[in-house]
């Protein structure tokens, strides 16, 4: 019996090992994108949909990236705007998905690595300019 409990134990400290660093901030992060209405898809992609017009989600993702950084190309016919905030190179895709509805897509790397904050962080000041 004391053989099999061990096992037990080991297996049980062996899970709780392995789950502790995806427990942490990821979470976190996906929770409060979630709750503005988005949700991330990978490490450095978030993406959300709206009821909304495309060209409304269009201007406000153009305003908000010109002001926060550089753009270097768009093109409204494939909707997509490529840019550089905070030093991190970002492209946007904006779909219209339904007659009604659009999607928001951002992808955001930083030195090669996802920099899923910066995403966040345009994300949310898109969709908030577009509640306005």
């Known amino acids: 019996m ?46 959300g949909e709206r009821e909304v017009g495309f060209n409304e989600v269009w201007d406000a993702a153009l305003d908000i990236v010109s002001i926060m950084g550089t753009v270097n190309s768009q093109s409204q016919d494939l909707g997509k705007i490529t840019a550089v905030v905070n030093g991190a190179k970002l492209t946007i895709n904006v779909a219209q998905i339904t007659p009604s509805a659009v999607r928001l897509k951002i992808k955001a790397r930083k030195n090669f690595f996802p920099s899923i904050a910066t995403a966040q962080n ?3 000041k898109i969709m908030n300019r577009v509640d306005e």
């Open 2 to 47: 004391f053989p099999v409990f061990r096992r037990n134990i080991l297996a049980v400290l062996f899970l709780a090992f392995v789950c502790l660093p995806v427990s942490g901030c990821f979470y976190v992060i996906l929770g409060s994108v979630a709750a503005a209405g988005g949700y991330a898809i990978s490490q450095d992609t978030i993406q």
């Open 122 to 124: 345009i994300f949310i």
